[in-house]
């Protein structure tokens, strides 16, 4: 492995393993005769390495401001590695008043105006796999963890989570994960771990990101507000947006009960049902 990569950076004098990330078996800042570079990879043959393949696809077609280009990939020796250009910055403060979230808005503008590329991959569109997704949680009762909130609310989320796919048809350029650990801010936001682009409409990371205001301290209100000045976001449906904050309670609910992001994803619900 080491070998391979060396045949594109050159010597290696220093490697810093990466802080956060957790989809591949080796991701580490670089130093090389030409700078820094930023290397991830996994086992060619591991049933996760489809989220590098995804994401050395999409590269060439990203905002040339908004993410690290793709140096090169290579496949050797039974790994798969890709190298990036090396982004300085910190995990974007999504936190009230944090001085990120011009930066974070700017470039999650530039994300939702840009068209999706054509790839020869249909499973990229949002609004199949979304509703297969439902398809299979909504034939199920809400998990025993749910919070109690959602267990006394069952009937109405389902019926509203139902609804989610019908407004998830079109053809912009969705981030998908737009967390805190995805987002590096320096004198500008940059966003890394393409793995789960998809194609849709285009206020969806903007929704996402609605949760994870609020999962920082932002009121749902707040956080609405926020996303509001996001060109996409401002002109989506407000049924749309209610039914897509149920699928995230219901299919959150399921995947990670305990966490941050699915109590914001559930506040942001309880929300916007109240009538806001």
Excluded at 60 to 75: G, H, I, S, T, Y
Excluded at 100 to 106: E, F, G
Aim: charged share 20%; glycine share 6%.
């Amino acid at each position: 492995m080491a070998a391979a990569v060396s045949e594109h950076t050159g010597h290696v004098t220093e490697a810093e393993d990466a802080s956060a990330g957790r989809n591949s078996a080796v991701a580490a800042s670089l130093m090389t005769a030409g700078g820094w570079i930023f290397c991830k990879g996994i086992k060619a043959d591991d049933r996760q390495a489809f989220m590098h393949r995804n994401e050395a696809a999409v590269n060439p077609f990203l905002p040339r401001d908004v993410a690290p280009r793709l140096l090169w990939q290579v496949e050797n020796d039974g790994w798969l590695l890709l190298g990036f250009e090396h982004v300085s910055g910190q995990h974007a403060d999504y936190s009230p008043n944090s001085p990120d979230l011009p930066l974070v808005a700017k470039t999650a503008q530039v994300i939702s105006q840009t068209e999706a590329p054509t790839i020869a991959d249909d499973r990229r569109a949002i609004q199949g796999q979304w509703a297969a997704a439902l398809d299979r949680e909504l034939a199920l009762a809400p998990p025993d963890n749910a919070h109690s909130w959602s267990r006394e609310n069952a009937l109405t989320i389902k019926e509203w989570a139902r609804r989610a796919p019908s407004y998830l048809g079109g053809s912009a350029l969705i981030h998908s994960d737009l967390n805190p650990f995805n987002v590096l801010v320096a004198d500008r936001a940059q966003v890394v771990d393409w793995a789960w682009w998809k194609t849709g409409p285009a206020w969806v990371d903007a929704a996402h990101l609605v949760v994870r205001l609020i999962a920082a301290g932002h009121s749902p209100a707040e956080a609405e507000a926020w996303a509001a000045q996001l060109d996409g976001f401002g002109s989506a449906e407000p049924e749309g947006m209610t039914a897509f904050a149920a699928s995230l309670v219901r299919l959150w609910e399921r995947k990670f009960a305990i966490s941050d992001a699915t109590e914001g994803a559930r506040r942001w619900l309880e929300y916007r049902l109240n009538g806001h």
